[in-house]
């Protein structure tokens, strides 16, 4: 079964903390990179981080140095940790993974979690 199951978002003061958490089914972890996403309102999602299977991470300019990537091979699951975080932060966060690293770019993928939705108040 294919699954993405998101969690770990709430509401949180300007400058606070939040970790992220996605667990995928084996048939979109293994063997995959995965990215992590995000959608604010009004506007499009957008890629935000990205891990390989062997851990090699890339993330957007907008949260380099403040976020990061991680994952757990075991758990099949994969993390943000968001420090730092500021108001135009607020979007539904998401994960997903594939075999390129083209298609998590392009978000042309065809199964989606129900997202988490995190919120930076100022």
């Known amino acids: 079964q294919v699954q993405l199951n998101e969690s770990g978002g709430g509401l949180v003061q300007a400058g606070g903390s939040l970790r992220l958490s996605c667990a995928a089914s084996?048939?979109?972890?293994?063997?995959?990179?995965m990215g992590w996403y995000r959608q604010a309102p009004g506007k499009q999602r957008e890629l935000i981080a990205i891990?390989?299977?062997?851990?090699?991470?890339e993330l957007a300019d907008s949260v380099k140095g403040r976020f990061s990537i991680s994952r757990d091979n075991v758990k099949n699951t994969v993390y943000l940790q968001m420090n730092s975080l500021k108001p135009e932060d607020t979007a539904v966060y998401y994960c997903?993974?594939?075999?390129?690293?083209?298609?998590?770019?392009?978000?042309?993928?065809?199964?989606w979690g129900q997202g988490t939705l995190v919120t930076v108040s100022s």
């Open positions: 997903n993974g594939d075999s390129l690293i083209r298609r998590l770019r392009e978000g042309r993928l065809g199964v």
């Open positions: 084996r048939t979109i972890f293994r063997h995959n990179a």
């Open positions: 891990i390989t299977e062997g851990g090699s991470t």
